[in-house]
């Protein structure tokens, strides 16, 4: 089945130290978004590309670096930089042209041990 | 509607009811709206979707309904089930995908 699959399902940081975040389709999707949600509140962008070799940040940036080498994967890494990292990290990914929705993994849930 | 904070608005309903989500999005220069519902644990499934020059558009057992006037958005859910329950939260977006903005969500509670 086509589809979004994101790993792991949880993680646990160490201080100082970086993790990441796998994401990979099989859906042909040319653009891909990363996004941090917080209890009670709505999607945050931090990081989206519309083309392989090219990611442009959002939002909320700071402390998170992103590679998109292939079409089919976006990794995300949380730095130390990120001192808040706690939160679910969702992946996405769309056709690319306007007017389209954006389909969802099941995230990566992210605590600080 | 929408919220700000930890605690997310509620909605509970008898099975077999409707139910009616409402989202007020902010954007007057928005032109397409998505509905999402999410399950506990799991990323955000998509329900259906509208654009800004439609008014109403129905799936199954879903309809969305579009107030451009007032910027309003509401999900209607026909004959509730247990498996409905979840959080549902609006999308916003205009032309250009990468600024799409999501509501924080109203959770849907569905007594059997």
């Known amino acids: 089945d086509g589809g979004i699959t994101q790993s792991p399902k949880y993680l646990f940081r160490k201080e100082g130290q970086n993790v990441t975040l796998s994401c990979e389709q099989n859906?042909?999707?040319?653009?891909m978004y990363w996004y941090r949600q917080d209890p009670g509140q709505g999607l945050r962008l931090i990081y989206y590309?519309?083309?392989?070799?090219?990611?442009q940040k959002g939002d909320i940036a700071e402390g998170y670096s992103v590679s998109r080498e292939k079409k089919e994967s976006f990794p995300l890494t949380v730095t130390s930089a990120q001192k808040n990292p706690t939160a679910f990290y969702l992946c996405?990914?769309?056709?690319?042209?306007?007017?389209?929705?954006?389909?969802f993994g099941d995230g990566t849930r992210l605590s600080i041990l | 509607g929408e919220s700000v904070g930890l605690h997310l608005p509620t909605l509970s309903v008898q099975e077999g009811d409707n139910s009616i989500i409402n989202c007020a999005y902010s954007?007057?220069?928005?032109?397409?709206f998505i509905w999402y519902k999410q399950e506990s644990g799991k990323g955000p499934q998509f329900i259906i979707d509208i654009r800004s020059n439609m008014d109403k558009r129905q799936g199954q057992r879903v309809t969305v309904l579009l107030n451009k006037t007032v910027k309003h958005l509401s999900l209607q859910i026909a004959a509730t089930q247990p498996g409905d329950s979840a959080v549902y939260f609006c999308?916003?977006?205009?032309?250009?995908?990468?600024?799409?903005?999501f509501g924080a969500g109203t959770r849907l509670t569905v007594k059997p």
């Open positions: 859906l042909n999707h040319d653009a």
């Open positions: 954007n007057s220069a928005s032109d397409y």
């Open positions: 590309s519309q083309i392989v070799n090219d990611f």
């Open positions: 996405a990914s769309s056709i690319g042209r306007n007017n389209q929705p954006q389909h």
């Open positions: 999308a916003e977006t205009t032309y250009n995908n990468n600024d799409m903005r």
